[in-house]
Every structure is written in structure tokens, then in C-alpha cells.
């Protein structure tokens, strides 16, 4: 099966750091065609890591291939990378890179020292649909709208909105366990509309809950409430990717949680 294209990121990353600029010895002339990246050697190396066990070793194909050139462009729309030679001007290499050569930028070169970027990161549509839309039946239509919107957000790197997003998701998810509790749906939405309705609904959610459980649930949903308000004020806010990447992490936890313990929440 492909990988995702998160794990080709971090294996792309993996190869960049040992790329010849970031070397204390660089060499401008230890570039491979003049670029800090061919995408095709990183397959390659992965490629054969996975299958040196198998004999005879079959060849990748196009399936294998795109996660890999899908995570290079990304990165590369990210600014972290550009396609191409570093310097085609000066490197005297006419050897065609296109769409397999990249090259690190002025940002890219500190970022790739710092990443450490920890999954599931939602970045990869299809991989997080999956994850997501096994709750789809347990949370319904309006946590499966705002969730996707909010993974939506972060591939643009709209990462305001993203928390925005996780914080409403995370409120259908209140929502879907008050209405399963009260048996009453009318009820549930009239309580959480009301005053203070968000924390009318965790009250009544965690009442007589075990102290472990009622600590899981206001913690996820403080923080997630948190972003969604601090979001929605008119003021200017800091909130970044590594904001916007734990709130959609907590609130996939958050959902498998619940989901997990749905019998004991709505009892």
C-alpha cells in the first residue's frame, strides 16, 4: 500500500538534512544535477528498505511514486522548497530536473533543522478522511463538515480559521452526546443555544462521570473552546501551525475517545 504523504514529508525531510548545504564541508558542486532534492532517489532508498527482503525485489509504480512528488510540490507551495536547479544559473548543470529536482530556500533551510513534526498531520485529504469519517454515523453531518473544513484551512495554512473550525467540531461532538443523553434533541439544542450553553452541556455531560473521564473531557474541550473563542474575538492573535496542528490532533483524540466511551458518556 502507498504511503501517506505526511510519511513521505518526514522521509524528504530525513534526506534533506543530509543534503550538501546543510553539510559544515559544503560544496556547491556536491549538489546531485545542481539540487538539494531528487525525489526520485528518496524513492528509491525508501523503496528498497521496504522490499530488499523480497526476491525477486518488484519495481515501484506510479502509485508509489505520487505521494512522494505530491509531498515535494507541498512543500515546495509551502515555500520550503523550489523546483529546480539551486543556482541553474552558475551551476553549469543542463541536465532537465523538472518536476524531480527541488532545491531548498532561505526558510527552507532553517526549517528543515527544526521539524519535527509529529502525525497524524492533516494534510493528506485522503488519510484523514479516512480517520475522520468513521465517526461520521456517531457525530453526524455538521461534525464531518467542520472538521473537514478545519483540515481544509490548515493545508492552505489558514491556521486561524483551522482552530475555529476544530473548536466547532468539537462542539457537535458536545452536542451529538448531550442530545444522546437527554434523549431529547429539541432539548439538548435549546441547552446549548441557551446562556452559557457550551458549558451547560459539558456539566451535563460530566456529572457523575469517573474523575478520570470528566478530567478528559474538560481538558479536551477548555482548550479546543478556547482556540474556537479566541478565534472568533476581533482581535489580532498569534495562533500558528503548531496551534493549529494540536488542535486538530486533540480533537481526533477527542472523537476517538468519546466514540470509544460513548456507553458510559451517555448513560
Same mark, same amino acid.
Given at each position: ?7 513521505? $514529508? ?5 534526506? %534533506? ?10 560544496? #556547491?558542486?556536491? +549538489? ?14 525508501? /523503496? ?6 523480497? &526476491? #525477486?525485489?518488484?519495481? #515501484? ?11 515535494? /510540490? ?5 515555500? $520550503? ?17 523538472? *518536476? &524531480? ?13 527544526? !521539524? ?18 468513521? !465517526?461520521?454515523? +456517531?457525530?453526524? #453531518?455538521?461534525?464531518?463538515? +467542520? ?5 481544509? =484551512? ?5 491556521? %486561524? *480559521?483551522? =482552530? ?5 467540531? =468539537? @462542539?457537535?461532538?458536545?452536542? *451529538?452526546?448531550? $442530545? @444522546? ?10 441547552? !446549548? ?5 457550551? +458549558? ?26 478556547? /482556540? ?33 466511551? /460513548? ?5
Amino acid at each position: 500500500m502507498p504511503i501517506s504523504i505526511d510519511e513521505a $514529508i518526514a522521509l524528504i525531510v530525513e534526506t %534533506l538534512r543530509g543534503a550538501p548545504l546543510l553539510s559544515p564541508s559544503y560544496a #556547491p558542486n556536491a +549538489r546531485p544535477y545542481g539540487s538539494d532534492l531528487r525525489v526520485t532517489e528518496v524513492v528509491t532508498t525508501w /523503496w528498497f528498505r521496504e522490499n530488499a527482503h523480497k &526476491n #525477486p525485489m518488484p519495481d #515501484p509504480g506510479e502509485a508509489d511514486y505520487a505521494p512522494f512528488h505530491d509531498a515535494a /510540490w507541498e512543500l515546495a507551495r509551502r515555500g $520550503i522548497l523550489r523546483p529546480g536547479p539551486a543556482f541553474p544559473a552558475f551551476s553549469g548543470v543542463h541536465t532537465s530536473t523538472e *518536476a &524531480n529536482g527541488f532545491s531548498l530556500t532561505s526558510t527552507g533551510r532553517d526549517w528543515v533543522t527544526k !521539524y519535527d513534526q509529529q502525525g497524524p498531520v492533516p494534510l493528506d485529504p485522503g488519510r484523514f478522511s479516512v480517520l475522520v469519517h468513521s !465517526y461520521a454515523g +456517531r457525530f453526524g #453531518p455538521a461534525f464531518i463538515q +467542520r472538521i473537514t473544513e478545519a483540515a481544509g =484551512c490548515y493545508r492552505s495554512l489558514n491556521y %486561524l *480559521a483551522s =482552530c475555529a473550525m476544530a473548536g466547532a467540531a =468539537c @462542539e457537535t461532538i458536545l452536542l *451529538a452526546i448531550g $442530545i @444522546e443523553r437527554t434523549k431529547d434533541e429539541d432539548k439538548a439544542v435549546k441547552m !446549548y443555544r441557551g446562556r452559557d450553553g457550551r +458549558r451547560t452541556l459539558v456539566n451535563l455531560i460530566t456529572t457523575n462521570l469517573k474523575p478520570h473521564m470528566k478530567q478528559a473531557i474538560e481538558t479536551a474541550t477548555s482548550l479546543l473552546s478556547y /482556540w474556537r473563542d479566541v478565534a472568533a474575538h476581533g482581535h489580532a492573535t498569534e495562533i500558528s501551525e503548531f496551534a493549529a496542528h494540536d488542535a486538530l490532533s486533540r480533537l481526533l483524540r477527542l472523537a476517538q475517545f468519546v466514540n470509544e466511551n /460513548w456507553n458510559d458518556l451517555t448513560s
